[in-house]
């Protein structure tokens, strides 16, 4: 029997910092029932701080924006970052930002996603009583996908282990495909310098592929010298041989990945739920989705903009943060004229300033309308805002999520803001994603639900309907597929032109393909274009060097010469037989060698199978 797990933590780092900061408000500085900002609130509250300090540069966004993270995900505060990156052109511009920006968090009772971790991180390093307590109580700790820690997540899970030193963790040093988030892979790869008594076991049997995937899995990972070394194996059969499909166009690749699936779908036993296609950069989708459009293959895209992304859905989210959280001033700017109410600009910087002289909130702001500059139209539409919000507070104190939701859509009229239908259908979705929440967890404080939105996946909205999926290769990690598409396999895009010609953002590529061939169970193409058009421009590509690296298990004879980062020419003029040779690839058409398939791009038929 597994015992007593009535009162086991299972959770994501982030949701179990946010739980323990939730227990220990007070001890660790900040108010109860604080809101998590995601990376558009971050945003938001960046763009306001550039404004404050006369800043007006789009680079100027972006920059804070990396820095800011950058500092967070180091664990540095404003000063520390500031002396770490002294040499960095404008630093003292960025770290003025990130402290403006420290400040609005504070305000707004606020934490982002950096702060969970480090605001934990520090109410444990800093609380002697709760480290004790709270290592104390977890006698074990298990640690998934362990190479994705970074360094802030690495000292909360040394921290945790402190009393008792159970620490079981689990990770491939080959899947470490986060370093642009902060992921550290020497965390496992130094794990047992840490940890001098550690056991290591290396799991190499594989039981999701066949043994030519293996094959070609093991092949392209051995050229990282960054690893600890592992060779998968299996003892199911070598199956089908994985093919390599070059095609003219974007469009000509699409149309090969839509013939393939249609002939397994028709007569190899295939679900269009077997399939998925991946690609470095959800740009690439497009030409995709429109040749599955177009042969009514279905399919949904994951990767890309999240349904809790979506503008209607953050406008109602914004309302239950307020309503969670009234000194939340960014939730309360993006809502106050949400619909319409004739409260505009100027009124909402009479807010701030009286805000800012008396050291209150917004939402003080609002309830002390009469005290403000301005004439009593724009008092009565603050004062019915202010009356709304305060009978909606009191109402969430004792009314069960999904009730409540509806009382603020209709206390609201929030429907009313939204005349696309597509709009309207994403807000009776939520209701629904609403209430399958409330059933699963009958008595949650609104507060933790806002905690778990917040926290919430892309790749949460996966269900077992019946299409194929088209994804980045991060936001399918740990997922598998009968069938896999690796698509855009072209210099530039993969690997990514941010990559050096070697080091360790090519390594940290070479494990992004080497997670993608890892995803099929059964079969495998890895396509590419011979002219792509991206970004607005139709260019020639370039082979991508991992093509190079599997030319001679995928049977390519003809290889470019590499001069750093590009290509300085081929061998023959052109990389790899193609498969199909003598056929004609192109925007119009094309067959296939024994002419049973011919694809006009108003027709999709196979002529001798009278299909």
Same mark, same amino acid.
């Given at each position: ?266 007569? &190899? /036993?295939? @679900? *269009? ?7 470095? +950069?959800? %740009?690439?989708? $497009? ?15 994951? &990767? /890309?903009? @999240? *349904? ?7 406008? +109602?989210? %914004?309302?239950? $943060? ?290």
């Amino acid at each position: 029997t597994c015992g007593d797990t009535e009162d086991m933590w299972i959770c994501t780092i982030h949701s179990m910092c946010v739980r323990i900061l939730r227990r220990y408000t007070s001890e660790a500085g900040i108010k109860p029932d604080f809101s998590i900002y995601s990376e558009t609130e971050r945003k938001n509250i960046i763009k306001k701080c550039l404004k404050e300090l006369d800043y007006d540069d789009e680079k100027m966004l972006k920059n804070c924006k990396y820095h800011i993270g950058n500092a967070k995900m180091l664990g540095l505060e404003p000063d520390q970052y500031a002396r770490r990156y002294a040499d960095e052109n404008k630093i003292d511009d960025y770290v003025r930002v990130y402290r403006q920006y420290e400040e609005h968090l504070k305000e707004n009772n606020a934490l982002d996603f950096d702060d969970l971790l480090l605001y934990a991180r520090r109410l444990l390093l800093r609380d002697e009583e709760v480290r004790t307590y709270l290592s104390d109580r977890f006698k074990y700790v298990l640690v998934d996908e362990f190479q994705d820690t970074n360094a802030v997540q690495y000292d909360i899970i040394k921290l945790l282990t402190k009393v008792h030193g159970n620490l079981f963790c689990v990770g491939d040093d080959d899947q470490s495909i986060y370093g642009w988030r902060g992921a550290e892979i020497e965390n496992i790869l130094q794990f047992d310098k840490d940890f001098p008594d550690a056991k290591v076991y290396k799991l190499e049997q594989n039981y999701r592929s066949t043994g030519s995937i293996l094959n070609l899995a093991n092949e392209i990972i051995k050229n990282n010298s960054g690893r600890r070394g592992k060779t998968l194996w299996t003892e199911e059969a070598d199956g089908a041989k994985p093919q390599y499909f070059a095609a003219e166009d974007e469009l000509s690749e699409a149309l090969y990945a839509a013939r393939n699936i249609s002939d397994l779908v028709m007569t &190899g /036993g295939y @679900k *269009f739920s077997d399939f998925a296609i991946l690609m470095r +950069i959800n %740009a690439l989708t $497009r030409s995709f989705e429109q040749e599955f459009n177009k042969y009514n293959i279905p399919y949904k895209v994951f &990767g /890309g903009l @999240k *349904f809790f992304e979506r503008k209607e859905i953050k406008d +109602i989210l %914004a309302y239950l $943060r307020l309503i969670a959280n009234p000194y939340d001033g960014e939730a309360l700017t993006r809502i106050i004229n949400v619909p319409k109410r004739g409260i505009g600009g100027r009124t909402i910087e009479v807010m701030e300033e009286y805000a800012s002289q008396n050291s209150l909130s917004l939402y003080d702001a609002v309830l002390d309308c009469d005290q403000l500059p301005l004439n009593s139209g724009a008092k009565t539409k603050l004062r019915d805002f202010g009356n709304t919000i305060k009978g909606l507070v009191i109402s969430s104190l004792d009314t069960p999520v999904n009730t409540f939701v509806r009382e603020v859509l209709d206390k609201t009229d929030l429907r009313s803001a939204y005349e696309d239908e597509n709009d309207l259908a994403n807000v009776d979705e939520y209701i629904a994603s609403v209430d399958d929440f409330s059933r699963l967890n009958p008595d949650t404080a609104l507060s933790e639900y806002l905690s778990q939105v917040t926290l919430y996946s892309d790749t949460d909205d996966m269900d077992d309907s019946n299409y194929v999926t088209l994804a980045t290769i991060h936001s399918v990690k740990g997922l598998e597929f009968r069938a896999v598409f690796i698509a855009g396999l072209e210099d530039g895009i993969m690997p990514s032109s941010r990559a050096e010609s070697e080091g360790r953002e090519l390594e940290e590529e070479r494990r992004l393909m080497y997670v993608a061939i890892t995803r099929a169970k059964e079969r495998l193409y890895l396509t590419r274009a011979k002219e792509r058009n991206l970004y607005g421009r139709r260019e020639r590509t370039v082979p991508s060097r991992f093509l190079k690296e599997l030319s001679a298990l995928l049977g390519i004879k003809d290889t470019p010469v590499y001069a750093g980062n590009r290509y300085s020419g081929y061998g023959r003029g052109e990389y790899g037989k193609e498969r199909y040779s003598g056929d004609f690839y192109g925007n119009s058409r094309y067959g296939s060698a024994d002419g049973r398939y011919s694809y006009g791009r108003g027709d999709f038929s196979r002529e001798k199978q009278g299909v």
